[in-house]
């Protein structure tokens, strides 16, 4: 079976809206579902483990691989940091008869929707507020201020790109938007595929 064949499900926000928690807690709750790991060219944050979070590669690395065509969507996320979704990531997770379950950022879940369709499901994670964006960011400690303010300035563009995926959730309480998430994910796990 190809991997054209398989149900997905890509994850995507304006960074800090709270995707990473939604997506490890989707996981948790559907144990049919799997992450694909990313490459990315950004360096290794202290609790981040290689192969598991990211794998970590070089620019030379990294262009390599698109050169190779191993990508099925890769982005510069941030001026000079690459992030991509590797074909061999969606093989390994669907080998093992599970869901792929993306993190990813807004251009990016728009090229997998425009790749794999309705097997695809785009779930876009919205925050309150900017001014809620910023604090989270803050809060987490894992970026210096003018690292923040670019994401914050990203995150401005990006929730311009709210149409263009399949449901938005509102991440305003975590629990009520853990709570809504898996409803949507059953959803669409209830829906029968191609339409
Ligand atoms: P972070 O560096 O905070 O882990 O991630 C930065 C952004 O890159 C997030 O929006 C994350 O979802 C996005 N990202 C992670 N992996 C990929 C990927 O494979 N492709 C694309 N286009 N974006 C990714």
Redesign the pocket.
């Known amino acids: 079976m190809s991997y054209m064949e398989h149900k997905m499900i890509a994850v995507?926000a304006p960074?800090g809206a709270g995707?990473t928690t939604i997506v490890k807690n989707l996981m948790q709750v559907f144990p049919n579902m799997a992450f694909s790991v990313?490459?990315?060219t950004?360096p290794k944050r202290p609790h981040e483990v290689d192969g598991k979070d990211y794998f970590f590669l070089s620019n030379r690395a990294f262009k390599e691989k698109v050169a190779n065509g191993d990508f099925v969507?890769?982005?510069e996320?941030y001026p000079g940091i690459f992030?991509?979704?590797l074909k061999s990531e969606i093989l390994r997770v669907q080998s093992m008869g599970k869901v792929v379950i993306?993190?990813?950022?807004v251009?990016?879940a728009v090229n997998l929707k425009r790749e794999f369709r309705e097997r695809c499901l785009t779930i876009f994670i919205k925050p309150p507020s900017i001014d809620t964006l910023r604090e989270r960011l803050e809060n987490r400690h894992t970026e210096d201020a003018k690292t923040i303010q670019k994401r914050i300035d990203k995150a401005a563009f990006e929730l311009s790109y709210e149409n263009k995926f399949d449901v938005t959730l509102i991440n305003d309480e975590l629990e009520s938007a853990l709570l809504n998430s898996k409803k949507i994910v059953k959803t669409f796990f209830n829906l029968k595929l191609p339409l």
Request: aromatic letters at 16%; zero cysteines.
């Open positions: 995507t960074s995707k990313s490459a990315t950004r969507e890769w982005e996320v992030y991509g979704t993306f993190d990813i950022d251009k990016g």
